[in-house]
């Protein structure tokens, strides 16, 4: 398209649309320019970019402000202090790379540039901090759906917060908040998935603990849909949460789960409980049954799911 | 005492005892010194600086580190900061006086220079974020403990987290935490206590809802020793709290509640409540049961008393 017509369509001068071309380029985007012909678009970046998410993006409050780093310690770190200062619930702090990326307890999640999608997203909800677990089942059922919409790959859920298949990590929910005895000030969910992360990207230690998008499925997902789907997932389920539809999303999360119905060995702060998990109730607790059929509630820990393939975690 | 005498008890020089002594006088403590006589302390400043609040203090933890301020926006607002960059447990901020000073659901909190105090107490306590209520539950039963200690006033708490006298607020208790879905990152208790406000400092449209010690007590009571007595009662509680013993916590609170036995009606942010109020659960939450004997349960909301000398907050 000439210069001449990009700029009669967009009502700008032509040394504008030159200026924003420059500008383009030099965030990856290849243009073929040629003199008196006009400009062609051979290739889109593989970033996240706020106008790549939002092209396409379908809500009307999850996304429509995005902050974007190309590297950042943590994108969790960085939502608490824009929540401390008040920015609207709906936006999201997206990054290529973390340095600092954590996992519940402190964990280390591997955050490489370019092949994951890291993200945190900004929430006010008018709920009782006793009711915020209810937020990480939501987001797990989000990012559940979101990677069976945009890849090939079946994802299971491993309670508390894990997205998995055949036992190893694709996605990471990390639920923090802010938060008086009655009301939440503010929630962030912060979300790790291993979209096109490559075999060799994964340190040794974690190669039987995590895998990507890409491993299992075979070819990269892209990003940028992954996150519009994943948004829109999360807005449409954080609404009907709000407005009193828990139950359904606990069944989905059901559907997804790979803990229930399987004997687990739960790993707490203070003890060790070993038992068929029977449900999770709505308050995100573990339903333990041990071998008298006494019932146990499990509040927090770690399980290892003992399967017939023998143990993984 | 001489400086010589000082200077020999402490193994200091006498320039630098005069130094101290300096010092001192600069902040508010009144010393004569008399040439070949030495110095002699007429008065203590009215002021909770840490030397004079730790001086008789007999926790362990528990205020053993203080950052004082002679005037702050919110010491819960400073005491935030430091919790997010890993300040230790029991690290206690003490303001003068807050500018900025909030109760529950941001409502502004009246925090004169030097009439009361104003303390925020960092806790990193291994529980989980649902059983955060219970803090303020144990804030409540020491705030009740210390000013029965301190003052000819006896006190009653007002569910969920207001210490009154006759109806008039004397002390309130903001706990804000910053979590993730099972585990408590960090938890402040923000005490703020009327101790000894006077009549003209409460701004006319409070008198009606708040008090002080010195106003009902008659006599100006010594903010340090009530901060001791706080901080020492708080140090037990938790003890008690983290080791197992939160009913006989809650028990306490029973015998010191204006609310339980009472005729409320509950304003909350959905709905209105009316019932009798018969308990509180482990949770903190408040049962209520209505006309038909059904019961219901109330997590949030502002209390109003029905009384029989009328109605009052």
Redesign the interface.
């Known amino acids: 398209m000439s210069g001449e017509e990009i700029s009669n369509l967009l009502g700008v001068s032509r040394t504008a649309i030159w200026k924003h071309i420059q500008s383009l380029k030099e965030d990856g985007y290849e243009i073929q320019s040629v003199t008196r012909q006009g400009h062609r678009l051979l290739a889109v970046p593989d970033r996240l970019y706020p106008k790549e998410v939002q092209e396409g993006l379908t809500t009307t409050s999850f996304g429509q402000s995005i902050v974007y780093f190309d590297r950042v310690s943590s994108t969790n770190e960085v939502a608490?202090e824009l929540a401390?200062q008040g920015i609207p619930e709906g936006t999201v702090v997206i990054a290529e790379e973390q340095t600092g990326g954590k996992g519940?307890?402190g964990r280390q999640w591997v955050s490489p540039h370019g092949q994951g999608v890291w993200l945190t997203l900004i929430l006010r909800p008018?709920i009782?901090?006793?009711d915020?677990?209810k937020l990480?089942i939501m987001a797990a059922v989000a990012v559940a759906r979101a990677i069976a919409q945009v890849s090939s790959v079946t994802p299971g859920i491993k309670w508390?917060?894990d997205i998995l298949y055949q036992g190893r990590k694709l996605a990471g929910i990390?639920?923090?908040?802010?938060?008086?005895?009655?009301?939440v000030?503010y929630a962030i969910l912060g979300i790790g998935t291993n979209v096109n992360i490559s075999e060799e990207a994964f340190p040794e230690e974690l190669k039987n603990q995590a895998t990507s998008l890409l491993k299992e499925g075979g070819t990269k997902v892209n990003r940028a849909k992954y996150v519009q789907s994943l948004l829109g997932n999360l807005e449409e389920l954080y609404g009907q949460l709000l407005g009193g539809g828990f139950d359904a999303i606990l069944a989905e999360w059901r559907r997804f789960s790979l803990t229930i119905g399987a004997r687990v060995v739960v790993t707490g702060?203070k003890q060790t409980m070993e038992g068929l998990a029977v449900d999770i109730d709505e308050?995100?607790a573990l339903i333990l049954e041990d071998t008298t059929g006494q019932k146990l509630k499990v509040?927090?820990?770690d399980v290892s799911i003992r399967g017939a393939q023998g143990q993984y975690a």
Do not use: F, H, I
């Not at 990390?174 to 009301?183: G, I, Q, V």
């Open positions: 608490k401390a519940r307890l008018q009782s901090p006793m915020a677990p990480t508390p917060n990390l639920t923090e908040m802010s938060a008086e005895m009655d009301t000030n702060l308050t995100g509040v927090a820990g």
